[in-house]
Each structure stands twice: as C-alpha cells, then as structure tokens.
C-alpha cells in the first residue's frame, strides 16, 4: 500500500505532468484563463485520462500481447483515445445536458492531447499492474489540474496588471509563470 | 493469425471510431448549451473540436 | 444512415491499409531492433563478466516492476538490469548488479544516471561500486551521504534483484 | 517600403509555428536539451510532416469531408510508428535520449495543423513547399531553443552524427563549475522558450508597425 502511495505523490508532485513532463502544454496554455473552466478541464482530463488508460491497458494485454501485434501499439491506442473521446462526448449529449454544459465542451479539446496518449503510452511501457495504473492515472489527472488551478489563479492577476512590455503579454509570460511553478514543486523532490 | 487481428483490432476501431465521430457531429449540443463558447482563445490547434476545420 | 455505414467503411479500409504498412516495417526492423537491444546490454555485460556467453532469461515475473531484463552469464553467475526512480524521475538511474554462483556480488555497473550532476552521479562513484562488489548476496548496503534518494534508489533496486534471484534462480 | 509580402527568412520568424502559433510545445519543451535532440526531432518531424503532407494531398480528392481529420490522424499516426521503427533499428542512441517524445509527435499540433490547413486543400507541390516551410521553421525554434539550453547547462555546444555517433562538432566555452544545471531541467526550459517566444513576439510587433507606417505613408502620398 505504502507503494502506491508513493507512486501516486510522485506522478502528482514530483514527476507532475505539466511542470516536469511537459506533456498537456496545449490545454494549459489555452484553457487557463479562469478557475471554472480550468476545474472544468480538471475534471474533463481526469475522465479521460482514468478511461482510456484503462481501456487501452486490457487491449494491450488481452488482445495486442495475444496477436503478437505489440507493434501495432501506437495507432490502435490513438483510436481507442479518440472513440472514447467522442463516445463520451456522444453520451453527455444525449444523456445529461448538465453535466455536457460543464464539461461538454472541454472534451474536444482532448482528443488529441499529448498527456492522455503519454499516460496509456507509459502504462505499458513502465510495466504497471492494473492497480499502478489507475493509480498512476489518477495521480497524473489530479497533478495536471492542481496545476491548471493554481495556475489559473495566478494568470487571472496577471492579464489584469499593465506594467507587462507587450511582447510579453499572454503567453510568454505564462510560459515563464510556469518555470517559476516548476522551481517550486522541484523542492518537493526530497519528499519520497 | 497475426494478420486476422490486425485486420479485426485496427478495422473495428477505425469503423467506430468514423461512426462516432459521424454521430457526434450530427447530434445537435443540448438545448441549453448551444451558446457555450470554450474560454480559449483563437487558437491554431487544429485537432481541438472548437476549431472552425470541424464544422464545415 | 448509409452514409454513416460508407464512412466508417471507409476508415476501416484506410486503418487496415495502414496496419499493413506497419507489418510491413516491422518485418524490416525486427531483426536489428532485436540486435540492438542485446547488443546495448552486452557492452555492460563484458564489464563484468568479460567473454562470457549471455543467454537472456524471458518471462521473468516481478512485481517491483524494476528489473528490466535477466541474463545468464553462462555458469559464472546471473546478471539483473534494473531502472530504478532516482532524483529526476522514473526511470532516471540504470544500472547492473551481477551474483556470482560463490555467492558474493560479482559487479555493479551504472548504465545512466540522469539525476542532478554532482549529486546523484555518485551512485557511479568507485567508493559506491567498491562497498557494493565483493559483498554476499543480501548483505545490506549502505547508502552515500548526500545523494540518499540516489543511492537509496539503487539499493533498493538491489533488494529487488536479490529477492528474485533468491527466489527463482539461486 | 511598401508593403511586400515578407521574404522567406522573415515568413519563418514572422508565423513561426512554434514561437508564434504555439504549436508543437510538448515535444519542444521535453527535448531540447542538446543539439541531437534538436537535430533527430526536427528531422522525423519534417520527415513526417511531409509524407503526410504528399499523402493528404494525394487522398484529398477521395477522402470523404465529414471524417476528414479522422483520416489524417490515422495517416500520421502510421507514419510516426514507422519512423519510430526505423529509429528504434538504425539510430539507438537517438532513440534513448528522445525516448516517449518520439511516439507524441503523433499528437503534435503542427502536422495535423498542416495536413488540414494546406495538404487537404492544395496539389501535392505546394503541399511539398508548405512542409519544407513549416518544417524550416521548427528547426529554426529547436534549434536556437536547444543551443541556448546546451550552452547554459553544459558550457559548450556539441553536435554527432546520430546514425553512427561520430562528434560532428564540440567545443566547450564555460568551465565546468559556471554550468549552470538548472538549463537541462524543466525550469530553465519553460524560462527559454517563454523568453524566446517574447522575443519573437517583440520582432513581430515591429515588424508589423513599421508595415502599418509604410502603409499610412503611401496611403498620404497618393
């Protein structure tokens, strides 16, 4: 148990996706604009990431490993993503409207995101019993929204301060607002 | 045998993956819902649902 | 609704045909993927076992998730090649420890470090190999002062290569 | 100066698709920490780009609208696993040191971004130069990304061949103890490439307000 647990602070702290992976950079320079819509996004990315990362895990093992077509790995977990993707997004429409009015519209934001592929990606490669890869999962999901929100609380001061040159209005100065984010959480590295 | 599965795995998912993607786009958003415009600005990301490439 | 059948028709072809482009290339580069992936081993191999023929072990069960291949250095010992999670990550030390049929610990090499310079490579320092080779298999190994996440990495890494080797091939 | 179109140098500064369109950044952030990063990535990125630029082109008559992108990304996505295949064969050291970011080119932004915008629209030449332009244009940011990193977190720049990892070029400027570390982590990459994209931005803004100038002049000479 103590194993997980170490495994889950170090996928959402130290090995964080955003800050030392990089992976997810399209969403978190697009979407962090204000907390709602980056919990929204939170919670959209969790979704995903939590599904297809277990959809993609059982169609390694059951149904890639047996064919011997290991090879094949890369373009069938692209498709599984995306038919996930738009079932999910199929689903809310048809079936809760509430939930498609929080959530609905980040999902195709998502199709094509490097932190989900990277995740089912890594599943496989790092060897991970399916318990390690939800907990993986899951840890990499809640990382990359603690630091869309946190972010997000910073950009919203940001966009209001006039004191910025111009070339550095927006995104520069997001980009260099996270390198300070990541200064920060490498001094948890120590905590495993 | 090898070839069977991957004419199956790769086959079935491309099929769906069309059917859904055909489905989605023509089920209309939810009557509440149709104003809701995502927060990110006009961005290039081509593969993002929002982007004008989807919809013509 | 028959537009929608032609449609995903449509893709299924085109995700078939790729499938087979993808046979294709793999049945090119299988052979020297597969060269090259004992070839990478064998340079660290001979440091420990120089001349020795290596036989890798397959289907190895382990649940530490550390050991990334086994070999068998013909009847000298076995060697582990493990990855372990030091400072900078998963993955970032990659090492060798060889168990010698007397008993003792015939090798340590260090692969890859990608942790802090200065810091984590120490884990490739002499002093480190020297507390580590000779020992018995299982003796406790401590680890350097000033790089413990490193070190403590590798030693657990070690624990896991022993456990197995206990268990299975000893 | 009236109002020509920008030459080839200026276009590749002007919308450079990752300083200007944030395209791409994933890959560029996690991988530019030597100069045969930049070099392995922003080949198979061209190489990529432009097999799949030729093959869009080819397919656009017969691709059917609604699932055009679906199409594309199942056309990238063989392309990227092949070039890893042949990466994985013939340049193992590229391999190693690119590692997940190979396969993620499959996601990146600018190659589905290009087989949209121009491959689906235009014959197969200009979908041939869009490529060479695009492709120019992220080596020119994974390469200035990637030497500034280089030269700050090792003191000097150095290239080799990755086919058979003979040093093309080394030289190291800095000693040892002014290294600063902190160039190959994460931090100094975010810092960088948030500076460089200011730069450019800054480069842009000129750019456009001596056109607007030019502009307003020849609008009053007339």
Redesign the interface.
């Known amino acids: 148990m103590g194993e997980l647990l170490t495994l889950f602070l170090s996928t959402v702290l130290i090995n964080n996706i955003i800050l030392s992976q990089f992976l997810g950079m399209c969403p978190f320079m697009g979407v962090s604009k204000n907390r709602s819509s980056a919990l929204g996004m939170g919670f959209a990315v969790l979704f995903v990431i939590v599904g297809s990362s277990i959809i993609t895990y059982f169609l390694y093992h059951g149904v890639l490993v047996t064919f011997g077509l290991e090879y094949l790995q890369l373009i069938t977990f692209i498709l599984v993503i995306a038919c996930f993707v738009q079932f999910t997004e199929l689903f809310l429409k048809k079936f809760s409207p509430s939930l498609y009015k929080s959530l609905g519209i980040f999902l195709p934001l998502i199709t094509t995101n490097c932190a989900v592929l990277a995740v089912a990606l890594e599943n496989i490669t790092k060897k991970y019993t399916i318990v390690e890869t939800l907990v993986n999962s899951v840890g990499v999901s809640v990382g990359f929204m603690l630091v869309l929100y946190i972010f997000s609380t910073i950009r919203e001061r940001l966009d209001m301060n006039t004191k910025t040159p111009k070339a550095f209005l927006g995104n520069p100065l997001a980009l260099i607002t996270a390198g300070l984010m990541a200064l920060a959480f490498g001094g948890l590295a120590g905590l495993i | 045998m090898q070839a069977i599965g991957l004419v199956l795995v790769l086959g079935g998912l491309g099929s769906v993956y069309a059917l859904l993607y055909y489905l989605n786009k023509n089920t209309p958003k939810p009557e509440g819902c149709e104003e809701i415009e995502s927060s990110c600005s006009g961005c290039h990301i081509t593969s993002c649902g929002h982007h004008p490439s989807h919809n013509e | 609704m028959k537009?929608?059948l032609?449609?995903?028709?449509?893709?299924?072809?085109?995700?078939?045909l790729?499938?087979?482009?993808?046979?294709l290339?793999?049945d090119?580069?299988?052979d020297?993927?597969n060269a090259?992936k004992v070839a990478?081993d064998k340079a660290n191999l001979e440091l420990i076992y120089p001349g020795a023929e290596f036989l890798p072990i397959e289907g190895f069960d382990d649940?530490t998730?550390l050991i990334q291949n086994i070999y068998q250095a013909g009847d000298a010992g076995y060697v582990y090649k493990l990855a372990v999670?030091g400072?900078?990550?998963?993955?970032s030390i990659e090492f060798m420890v060889a168990f010698g049929t007397d008993g003792k610990i015939a090798g340590y090499t260090v692969i890859?470090c990608s942790d802090?310079?200065?810091i984590g490579d120490k884990v490739a320092s002499d002093s480190f190999v020297n507390s580590i080779v000779g020992k018995d298999v299982g003796a406790s190994i401590d680890t350097i002062s000033g790089s413990t996440?490193s070190s403590s990495a590798v030693v657990g890494g070690i624990d896991a290569a022993v456990a197995h080797y206990e268990a299975n091939l000893k | 100066m009236e109002n020509k179109k920008p030459n080839f140098l200026q276009s590749l500064i002007l919308e450079n698709p990752v300083f200007v369109l944030y395209l791409g950044i994933c890959s560029i952030l996690g991988v530019s920490t030597s100069l045969d990063n930049a070099l392995g990535m922003s080949l198979l990125v061209f190489v990529v780009l432009l097999f799949s630029n030729i093959i869009v082109s080819l397919l656009r008559k017969i691709t059917p609208n609604e699932i055009r992108i679906p199409v594309y990304i199942v056309i990238i996505a063989t392309l990227v696993s092949v070039a890893e295949m042949f990466i994985k064969a013939y340049a193992t050291s590229l391999y190693t040191s690119m590692g997940a970011f190979i396969s993620l080119v499959v996601v990146n932004c600018i190659i589905l971004g290009r087989a949209e915008a121009c491959a689906s629209k235009n014959n197969v030449l200009t979908s041939i130069k869009d490529a060479c332009v695009m492709g120019a244009g992220y080596a020119v940011a994974i390469f200035s990304l990637s030497a500034i990193r280089q030269f700050l977190a090792e003191g000097g720049l150095s290239l080799s061949n990755p086919l058979n990892l003979a040093t093309i070029f080394k030289f190291t400027v800095l000693p040892e103890e002014f290294a600063i570390g902190l160039f190959s982590k994460p931090v100094g990459a975010f810092i960088t490439f948030g500076i460089l994209a200011a730069v450019f931005a800054a480069y842009k803004q000129g750019y456009e307000a001596k056109q607007a100038a030019a502009a307003k002049k020849a609008k009053e000479a007339k």
């Open positions: 537009r929608a032609y449609l995903a028709f449509f893709l299924a072809i085109v995700s078939a790729a499938g087979g482009a993808l046979t290339a793999n090119l580069t299988i020297r993927i090259n990478a649940e998730g999670n400072f900078s990550g998963s993955g890859s802090t310079k200065g996440v």
